[in-house]
């Protein structure tokens, strides 16, 4: 064995160990005060509540439209591929449910039949609304469950997404303001002062996440829940 | 008892009709970044993994080459980390915000099959694949945990053996890896190759004509996805290391 080859195994191994030594993942940086706005839910009693699904997380939503291609369902994956993408972490996927029962947030038209009891928990007609009631049980905040109808088994539905049809039919920004809203399903509570952003109360077409959204989304799931659904 | 009742709604105005056409810029974005060196990767070693047996042509027939089966274990430092919030936007938060997140691949078999050919006594090319699957475990710096789906692991390497002692080897070697996870985390928006180098030893165990061995290799790479990039993480380096039982089922069982 030639001693210029034994140099060039030496070199290869040294090279080896000083990379591993200089071997630093890549970083995402932290979030600077005007990167995100803020998120948390502002109560009556005048303090605020962080809202989140737990780290990790698959969040199951159902569409009143069940076929491919009708127009809520396809608002829905449009918008839940938008937040599913800026999960860096995995922190949490929206993915479609089959059903009501299995199902841990409603999308569905206003007026129109819902699977759920709203009685005690009423949505309002709007464009747009995210609509949840909170209870507090044993000191801990919970989002109340939506009875299913119809005598089926208990479901888990705690939040109901209704969107107003205009004349009968689906609004034209019905992708922007599915989009919004799932931002809300996620736990940005609050609108986003910037008109740029999808959080912002009017969004505009198409939707996008502005980086400052995809930058709140993130610091909101590594922040400490007060409210876990 | 019941707390209240939210509607978080929208007031939206028809700002943009949809008249609005065209990609965003978001995903224009995300389709550039590739250094020509990372486009060079790939088209570099389909020509040098057949350029090889040309090049020993004349040896091959005296010698032989050899088949490697090893299968082992593999660890890997972390891929990716979040420093989260500057502290202003912490106090502004006004709850507590996690103070870093790291993710990295569980410890996982792995599986690899390389291709020796002998160039002199003592001296072999070797061409190797291997494949690994494991969790992508992320951790936050207060303790909490969770699993973001699987990380697949593919990786392509040629390099040289040397037979130092008898029953003795070591290898070096440089080629890429190339990591995929169902579009999920930070490769939602796809990986990229990555080029690294191993080095490796290998002992031949005394039994069944010494075609049985173990093998303890670390491997070096670069790593970085669009998604990360788009976030603002630079380029980094990863570590892998395993030990492997390794089988030869053709060839020479010397060096």
């Known amino acids: ?229 | 008892m019941r707390f209240g009742t939210f509607w978080l709604g929208s007031c939206f105005i028809l700002r943009h009709k949809a008249a609005a056409s065209g990609n965003s810029g978001e995903s224009a974005v995300a389709k550039g970044g590739r250094s020509a060196f990372e486009r060079a990767v790939p088209s570099f070693f389909v020509p040098a993994f057949l350029l090889v047996p040309c090049l020993t042509q004349g040896t091959l027939a005296a010698q032989g080459p050899r088949l490697e089966i090893r299968l082992g274990a593999v660890a890997s430092s972390a891929l990716a980390r979040d420093e989260v919030a500057s502290t202003l936007l912490r106090q502004r938060v006004g709850a507590p915000v996690s103070g870093g997140v790291l993710a990295g691949p569980r410890p996982a078999p792995a599986l690899e099959m390389a291709l020796q050919l002998p160039l002199r006594p003592g001296l072999a090319a070797e061409l190797a694949l291997g494949y690994a699957r494991s969790p992508l475990r992320v951790e936050e710096a207060e303790g909490g945990s969770w699993e973001a789906g699987n990380l697949d692991v593919l990786h392509g390497l040629i390099g040289i053996r040397w037979q130092w002692r008898p029953r003795v080897g070591v290898s070096g070697a440089f080629g890429a890896l190339r990591y995929g996870a169902d579009g999920r985390s930070f490769f939602a928006e796809g990986g990229e190759m990555n080029p690294g180098i191993e080095t490796a030893l290998d002992v031949r165990l005394p039994w069944r004509g010494g075609r049985t061995g173990v093998r303890a290799f670390a491997q070096v790479h670069r790593f970085n996805t669009p998604a990360l990039r788009r976030a603002g993480a630079a380029d980094g380096g990863v570590m892998r290391f395993g030990v492997q039982l390794t089988q030869r089922f053709f060839g020479g069982s010397g060096a």
Request: net charge negative; proline share 8%.
């Open chain 1, 1 to 229: 064995m030639s001693g210029a080859f034994r140099q060039v195994l030496g070199v290869v191994a040294l090279a080896g160990m000083g990379l591993a030594g200089a071997c630093n993942a890549p970083t995402i940086p932290e979030r600077r005060l005007d990167d995100a706005y803020a998120f948390s839910l502002p109560t009556a009693i005048g303090d605020t509540l962080v809202l989140r699904w737990p780290q990790g997380s698959v969040v199951r939503v159902w569409s009143a439209d069940t076929d491919a291609g009708a127009p809520l369902r396809a608002a829905y994956e449009a918008g839940a591929a938008l937040w599913n993408a800026r999960a860096l972490f995995g922190e949490y996927r929206l993915v479609a449910a089959a059903a009501p029962a299995e199902a841990d947030v409603l999308l569905a038209w206003a007026p129109g039949p819902l699977p759920v009891d709203t009685e005690a928990c009423p949505p309002l007609t709007r464009r747009g609304t995210t609509t949840f009631c909170l209870r507090e049980q044993d000191g801990s905040k919970r989002l109340d469950v939506f009875p299913l109808l119809g005598g089926q088994a208990s479901g888990q539905v705690r939040m109901l997404v209704t969107f107003l049809r205009e004349s009968g039919a689906p609004p034209a920004d019905l992708a922007a303001l599915v989009a919004h809203e799932l931002g809300h399903v996620l736990g940005l509570t609050r609108h986003s002062p910037n008109a740029l952003d999808l959080m912002y109360e009017s969004p505009g077409m198409p939707p996008t996440l502005s980086l400052r959204d995809a930058a709140t989304v993130q610091v909101l799931y590594h922040t400490r829940a007060d409210i876990v659904p």
